[in-house]
Each structure stands twice: as C-alpha cells, then as structure tokens.
DNA sequence: CCCCAGTCCTGCGGGC
DNA sequence: TGCCCGCAGGACTGGG
C-alpha cells in the first residue's frame, strides 16, 4: 500500500521524464470500472498535450508532475497504485498512459488493480485547494518535533490513529504508524494528550529513522506482491519490519509476542513488552 | 471543531 | 471442488 516512502521511490523512479514534453494522453484498454481521470479525458488532452514536464515532486502520498504554465498532474495511488515507466504488472488493470517525448522515457503509465486511485490535472488555484495547509500537514519528512508535538498534543485520539491524519502530519500510512512506534517505544493506544515532552521526541526521530530507511529498501511489497516501483520491480523493506504482518512472531527487541489489535478499523501491530501501555516503556536503539 | 463509521474497489483466503 | 463472505486500508463524506 503506497505509503510516503513507496511513493517517495515511484518519484524518483520517474524522475527521468523532466525536460520532456508530453505528447499523449490516452486510456488504456482495461475492462475494469474506470478510474477518477479530472478533467475529462478530452479537456485532459488539450490541457496536458504539448506541455513540458518542468519537475516530478511528491506531495504526501500522491506523485505530481508539474507542468509548464503551473498546472499540475496529480497521481494518487491510494491503496493498489503504480506509476510505471516500465512494462506493468499485468496488462489488465492498466488505466492511463501518458507518452513523453525527448527524454529516454518514451511512456508513464499508470496501473490500479483496484481502481480506488486517480490521476488529475489541476490549475495552481485548485492543487492550492486541495493541498494547501488547512488539508494537508506538513510533509512527514519535513516536519520538526515542535510542530509534531503542536499538531496533536491537545488531541485524546490515540496515538496511532492521529499519525494517520493527513492533515495533522502528511505521509504516514497504517503500515509505517506501527513501525514508528514500535521503534519509539510508544503504545498504539496512548492519548495525545497524555504523551511527554521526550515521547513526542521519540516519535519524531521514529518517523525519520523509519521512513528514511524504507525509502533505502525502495519501500513494502507485502505478500499480495502488489506495490512496485516505477521499473516493476518489488521493493526490499517488507524483510525489515519489526511488527507490522507478524502477529504472534517473536519482537524483533525482546522475547514477547508481537500482538495484533484493531484501531479505527484498521489493523495494529504491537510489542506488549516494549511498547507498555502505561508509562514510556522501554527506549530502544534503532537499528 | 473533533472524531467516528460508512463508502468505494478487487483479489484472495477461510469456512462449509 | 466450488461458492460465498469478509477482509485489506487510502481518502473522502456525512453525521453526532
């Protein structure tokens, strides 16, 4: 599931179509339900054709390509996503390609099994809209431990579920929330509200060391094998989590069960021992 | 404002 | 063996 780092490692991955100009956009031929594409496809065209890709940014979880003129391209992968210079997955969920010319990367296509994704074109005033400060946090790798500690001390949500508020803090996914505390030593379930000065430390230091280290292994493929980078190839990080997908292993810190619980519908992964839920529990070195 | 539950979508695995 | 149902969770929406 794309998260910052899989979609930090898709933009990198097609950084190679700066200086190049687009000259077609076209759905793919897929038999799936199709996917949100703004504007329609027609103004789409009129819009993106001719344009010079000027640079490839990322903003939280979504790819942009800025435009000469201002416009952006947004690509938002949400859960099954693919922004691909290289041959795909599989040719069935293909949903758009767009062809560049004067660069060696002649096609970025973009592929969704489930569809639950979108690319969109947007002027200046409606990606302001969409991603401006009031809908969107800081970048999770950007943000500094006041402003962290500023964003969420006042909250009583727990602590797991407010790292997955995109406009509290922008990147951090269900997979990343729990290696984060793991790594912090930080129960899923502790209040905001109830966490120190040292814990919020922590938890920033946490979120760089452990985004900034997927980002090294080009991100998760998880066992559906779904998340690739932009050459189709999976990513290497899956083999360094420490609690996430490992209910009942052993932690990777101490001789405890790793314990999997439920949080706004969403699946949790905890050590008991060195993530307690009274306390600050046990400090550990990252790796 | 704050927070939660429901919604979209497809493939897969468990249960019978 | 085959079918059905629940689950996976990103971002958004509506309601309390």
Not at 81 to 104: C, F, Q, W, Y
Not at 112 to 120: K, Y
Not at 166 to 172: D, E, F, K
Not at 242 to 265: F, H, L, T, W
Request: charged share 25%.
């Amino acid at each position: 599931m794309p998260e910052l780092p899989e979609v930090e490692t898709m933009r990198r991955g097609i950084l190679g179509v700066v200086g190049g100009v687009i000259e077609n956009v076209q759905r793919a031929k897929c038999k799936c339900k199709s996917i949100l594409i703004h504007p329609r496809l027609d103004a789409f065209r009129r819009r993106a054709i001719g344009r010079t890709i000027r640079a490839v940014d990322r903003v939280g979880k979504r790819v942009i390509l800025r435009l000469d003129g201002g416009d952006s391209i947004v690509f938002e992968p949400r859960m099954t996503g693919l922004v691909l210079v290289a041959d795909p997955p599989s040719k069935e969920h293909l949903r758009l390609h767009i062809d560049v010319k004067g660069t060696n990367v002649g096609r970025i296509s973009y592929w969704d099994r489930r569809g639950l994704g979108s690319v969109q074109l947007f002027v200046p005033r409606e990606f302001e809209d969409r991603f401006g400060p009031s809908l969107l946090g800081p970048d999770a790798l950007d943000v500094t431990p006041g402003e962290l500690r500023k964003r969420f001390c006042n909250s009583r949500r727990e602590i797991k579920v407010a790292l997955l508020d995109q406009r509290a803090v922008a990147g951090i996914g269900n997979l990343y929330a729990s290696e984060i505390l793991h790594v912090a030593g930080i129960h899923p379930q502790r209040a905001c509200n109830r966490l120190t000065l040292k814990q919020w430390e922590s938890i920033h230091e946490a979120i760089r060391h452990v985004l900034q280290d997927a980002i090294s292994h080009e991100g998760s493929t998880l066992s559906d094998g779904t998340y690739r980078n932009a050459l189709n190839q999976a990513g290497g990080y899956q083999n360094h989590h420490r609690v996430y997908d490992r209910n009942g292993e052993c932690c990777p810190n101490c001789d405890s069960k790793i314990q999997r619980i439920v949080q706004a519908q969403r699946s949790t992964f905890f050590c008991p021992t060195c993530q307690t839920k009274r306390g600050s529990g046990k400090k550990r070195t990252p790796r």
